[in-house]
């Protein structure tokens, strides 16, 4: 078991280094430009979204005035008696 420490305490300063150089190697400049990407994506995103939301309300709405239409007509009576299976040839 101490030789499992005692690897782990040797490792640990290490990896932290290489950690911290990692991190600091990070310009803020990389850190806006990251950001400036991930806000234009999901702008596009968004701007899509509201533009197919519109779209569906006034597909909704096209649909709701055919169907007021329709309900508004009234069906003729057609005979269906009329046909070759009843013999009114």
Known sequence: MPLKTNFALTMLPKLLTCFSSIFLSINQSDIVVVLSIVVVFFL???ILGV???YKLKKENERLDKISEEMA???EKYKDFTDGHMY???
Request: hydrophobic share 25%; glycine share 16%.
């Open 44 to 46: 596009i995103l968004l």
């Open 87 to 89: 013999g009114g040839n």
């Open 51 to 53: 533009r197919k939301s």
């Open 72 to 74: 508004r007509q009234e």
